[in-house]
């Protein structure tokens, strides 16, 4: 946008990279692709080195002095961000949704843990719903897809429809899911609590995927697709499974599906 004479030109959002543990310690590449989408947005994007945990699994499980105190870190690792934006609806959803009652005793913190919730989004929520993004990407992509809807963002922050917009402007035609809206039987450490139906669950949602025939199934959360993409694997069924990010990006295909080789 042009500069208009006797007025300071628009800044660039600076936006927090919440990493994620899972993108962190499994999959950097959708980590790389959120921040070139970001970039691609006009945004200015860092990765706050003193970022932890959103301390979801501590939250679930009834800990909340270690969720409280990997909380709080959070509060001083962004806090002087505009946005802060996650590559998962789960871990953006505890920032948004659940982190700032863990303050509820102290008026200055909790202050502080709404003004965090209020500037956190989910990837493909932030780009469409805040920045009104159009994806880069000079090629369509080739092959079918299909889409599952991890429970936490479509349930706690309203994603949708942002992650199908973002696809059809790269040229992506989603083949849904019978009930894309379905758990996969992650949730977390529900899958560690109840291993039996957590199988079930994601027995369900390949069979599911299996149906639509596609070649690659998407989600926005690595969780649930680390889970779909095991469960492929050991029951054989020839589906690829990756990040909507990667999938956004020029080269964002040329390395392996979660779960694949090299």
Known sequence: MPDTPGLEPARSPRVGLF???????????????????????????????????????????????????????????????????????????????????????????????????????ELTSFLVDVIGFMPQLRTSRA?????????????????????????????????ELAEPEICCGFGGTFCVKYPEISGRMVTDKVRDIEATQADTVLSGDLGCLLNISGRLLREGVRVNARHVAEVLVEGGLDGPPIGGVG
């Open 19 to 121: 990493v994620t543990c899972l993108v962190d310690l499994y999959r950097p590449s959708v980590g790389f692709a959120a921040i070139r989408l970001l970039e691609q947005a006009g945004c200015q994007v860092e990765v706050p080195r003193a970022q932890t945990c959103c301390g979801q699994p501590a939250y679930n499980t009834g800990d909340r002095a270690t969720a409280r105190d990997l909380a709080a870190g959070l509060l001083d690792a962004f806090g002087g961000y505009d946005y802060v934006v996650a590559p998962s609806g789960s871990c953006a959803g505890m920032l948004k949704t659940h982190l700032p009652f863990l303050f509820d005793d102290d008026p200055n913190l909790r202050a502080r843990a709404d003004r965090l919730a209020e500037r956190t989004f």
């Open 143 to 175: 092959g079918t897809f299909t889409y599952h809807d991890a429970c936490s963002g479509l349930r706690e922050l309203g994603v949708k429809q942002q992650p199908r917009k973002l696809l059809a402007d790269v040229g992506v035609a989603v083949t």
